[in-house]
């Protein structure tokens, strides 16, 4: 009789795709998509604190003494790094995850889609399979030639805990619901505006013939150049508006609440997506909020590169927190105010930054 090691360990390999979580099929884990990246762009909540979170991460600078710090700062040949750097973080926000691939010798980095990405664990050793992908033949790689940045990684076995989970999970059920709120608005709007008046004629059945003389000869009377003027009709018409229902108010404030769940899911203030937000905030409280909010994608980012790459990585935080260099200019004022600093060190200090 022979006893199976229960330390002993097996291959297993997972695709990695939009908004996990996977359906497994046949010993592979395929993801369930529950809202595609495209549709998440459609959605102007969505794509408004997208665009604010990548846009504000992507500007930053990496500083340090390592020496791949040139590199992730000129990480590709073909887009800037702005362009680059975005890119990877809507890669983070929408799939949870971003890989990637690691070019040593010409001292680059290559953007790899998540649905073209394959992992496999066999034993301690983590490889990815990459499939084609417009130019690139794909391949294998070690994980040590793979940046993968990833946010929420849990799962009920060790590959899938290597699986990072995106915020959109969290608001499959939200979005959807504020899909049928926009369609049921739009429907109500489009029932209840048209028609907006009407005309009856009390007496006698009117052929379909009748009917439209006596709308075309009113639209005739009361439009064009005698819109505006004096409305006559004779005693067997009368003529009533249409009022929209107050209700419909109501429909259209109705998605507030998705603006709400959306902003709590990605960490933001609400505020940022030009929603009423807190009244009580000062702008000082939600800044720091909304910065510390971004930690949740910034510090799994650094931390993969300082892993792959080695220490001393760090992202020039000054950049999303004081775009404008207003509050570095008025702490080197005050240093110098109160003798901490001197007059020339306060000039290095700003030329360095680049404010002067």
């Known amino acids: 009789m022979s006893l199976t090691n229960p330390f002993e360990r097996r291959s297993a390999m997972a695709m990695v795709g939009n908004t996990a979580p996977f359906i497994m099929s046949g010993g592979t884990f395929i993801p369930n998509e529950l809202v595609s990246a495209e549709e998440a762009l459609k959605n102007s909540d969505l794509y408004s604190v997208a665009s604010l979170i990548s846009s504000d991460i992507a500007g930053a600078k990496f500083i340090g003494d390592n020496s791949f710090t040139e590199m992730l700062n000129k990480p590709s040949d073909r887009v800037n790094r702005v362009t680059f750097w975005q890119t990877a973080v809507l890669s983070l926000l929408f799939n949870g995850n971003v890989f990637l691939i690691i070019d040593r010798v010409n001292q680059r980095l290559r953007f790899v889609p998540a649905a073209s990405v394959a992992m496999e664990l066999n034993g301690d050793e983590l490889t990815y399979i990459v499939n084609q992908f417009g130019e690139f033949v794909g391949g294998e790689f070690s994980s040590n030639d793979i940046i993968h ?54 007496q006698g059945t009117l052929t379909e013939e009748a009917k439209e003389a006596v709308r075309r000869e009113f639209e005739r009377a009361n439009t064009g150049d005698n819109a505006g003027r004096v409305m006559v009709l004779d005693q067997s018409a009368d003529f009533t508006t249409i ?66 790459l080695g220490s001393g990585i760090k992202l020039d935080m000054s950049q999303i927190i004081d775009y404008s260099n207003s509050t570095l200019k008025a702490d080197v004022l005050n240093w110098v105010d109160r003798n901490m600093m001197s007059a020339q060190e306060a000039m290095a200090l700003l030329q360095r930054k680049g404010v002067i």
């Open 243 to 308: 009022s929209i229902n107050a209700d419909i108010a109501k429909y259209l404030t109705s998605m507030d609440w998705g603006r709400e769940q959306i902003a709590k899911a990605f960490g933001v203030p609400d505020s940022y997506l030009n929603g009423t937000g807190d009244q009580q905030s000062s702008l000082d409280q939600i800044s720091a909020l909304y910065v510390g909010g971004l930690n949740r994608y910034i510090e799994p980012l650094l931390s993969e590169l300082n892993f792959k």
């Open 149 to 202: 940045a990833r946010i929420m990684a849990y799962g009920a076995d060790e590959l899938r805990s290597l699986i990072g989970h995106s915020p959109l999970e969290s608001l499959a059920n939200e979005l959807a619901q504020q899909k049928q709120a926009n369609r049921l608005t739009v429907s109500t709007l489009k029932g209840a505006i048209n028609p907006t008046s009407k005309i009856t004629i009390p």
